[in-house]
């Protein structure tokens, strides 16, 4: 099957998405869609090549400029066309991207089973907390439930039913890889077993409950430590709390197990905002305080600080707080608070204000309205 539909609608990620936005929505689909966690579903192991394919084009940053300007035929047209990956084994697939699974933080399948001599690795999982900026402030203890693949309780793990074992594969003789003459003839190549896909051993007689897979869904439960300072979109990383690999992983149903990377977003505050390590407030000022000069009491995470406002304060006007923000994440070194002032302008003013400001307004040299006439003079002016 030829990939048609649009590569930004298969990862479900927009246009102008960076290159972290594609890894983390492939990442996400390639762990929904994987056939070890889909046994027996045909369409899941479609869509899992069909990510992968969009995926190996929007990484590279000149097939994803030949994409975005030309399409599907753009890149065949230039010689940069993305793999076939509807005729490609999942396990080779995994093979080309384990870079995202294993590496630059992300985990997630590490080396596959088999006859590569490599520690076959789970899956990665996914979860997120939310923080407020008082837990950002000091750090937190957060309890988390997901629900993960787990070694199946029927048949520990090797997908055979009890009382069976899987038996050597004859393609390969138990390796797990086989040689495939190459282009020509001229070379060969070592590819995992379409046989066994890479196992080395076949199961016969699947086990009832998890079906051959050697997994089972279990709710898993835990208390996750989160630093001060973490920002949005950052994540704590717990170790080996993901997914053991799956029977098709593993030459023998061992191997090391995933880890879990808790996501942190952070809710909005009714008063700050968050710029970095700084916090930003604005702080309404009546236009006399601004005017005069004013000792104003600012509102902090942890209580409140003295701001003295010169006469003459400006809309806008930055003031800074040293100290006042949150802790950066290295180095524990607190941020600021800026104070941007708003002034304010009553709508509502005493007829002894009102007379003030006139009298001011004379002095300034500066026309204002005449003052306000009543309801029933207004009416009689109108009609006479």
Not at 19 to 36: N, S, T, V
Not at 76 to 102: L, T
Not at 168 to 188: D, E, I, N, Y
Not at 314 to 319: A, D, E, V
């Amino acid at each position: 099957m030829t990939t048609t539909r649009d590569y930004y609608e298969v990862l479900s990620v927009e246009r102008t998405a960076d290159g972290d936005e594609i890894k983390r929505a492939y990442r996400r689909l390639a762990m929904k869609y994987h056939p070890d966690r889909n046994p027996d579903d045909p369409e899941a192991e479609v869509r899992f090549k069909e990510c992968s394919a969009a995926y190996e084009v929007l990484s590279d940053p000149e097939k994803r400029k030949i994409y975005d300007q030309y399409g599907h035929e753009g890149l065949r047209g230039r010689g940069a066309a993305a793999h076939d990956f509807s005729r490609m084994d999942v396990n080779d697939i995994f093979s080309m991207f384990n870079d995202i699974f294993a590496g630059g933080g992300f985990g997630g399948m590490g080396g596959r089973g088999g006859g590569g001599g490599r520690v076959a690795r789970g899956y990665d999982l996914e979860t997120e907390v939310v923080l407020t900026y008082n837990e950002v402030l000091t750090g937190t203890e957060k309890d988390v439930e997901f629900i993960r693949l787990d070694v199946c309780e029927t048949c520990s793990g090797s997908g055979a039913k009890p009382g069976t074992t899987p038996d050597k594969c004859s393609t390969c003789a138990g390796q797990g890889k086989v040689q495939q003459a190459g282009l020509g003839g001229m070379f060969r190549m070592v590819v995992n077993c379409p046989a066994c896909r890479g196992r080395g051993s076949i199961i016969r007689e699947r086990c009832p409950k998890c079906h051959g897979s050697g997994r089972e869904k279990k709710k898993r439960s835990l208390t996750v430590k989160i630093p001060a300072g973490i920002q949005e979109g950052q994540a704590v990383r717990v170790q080996g709390e993901g997914e053991p690999p799956g029977v098709q992983m593993s030459a023998n149903g061992s191997g090391v197990r995933g880890d879990l990377h808790v996501v942190v977003r952070v809710e909005e505050h009714d008063m700050f905002e968050r710029e970095g390590d700084h916090l930003l407030l604005e702080m309404p000022v009546s236009f006399t305080q601004a005017a005069l000069g004013a000792e104003l009491d600012v509102p902090t995470l942890e209580g409140k600080a003295e701001l003295r406002v010169p006469a003459g304060t400006q809309h806008g006007k930055l003031f800074r707080l040293h100290g006042q923000g949150l802790p950066n994440l290295r180095s524990g070194a607190r941020g600021d608070l800026v104070v941007v002032t708003k002034i304010e302008i009553p709508k509502k003013l005493s007829s002894r204000q009102q007379e003030l400001l006139r009298e001011f307004a004379e002095t300034e040299d500066h026309d204002v309205l005449p003052e306000s006439q009543g309801f029933l003079k207004k009416i009689k002016d109108l009609f006479s």
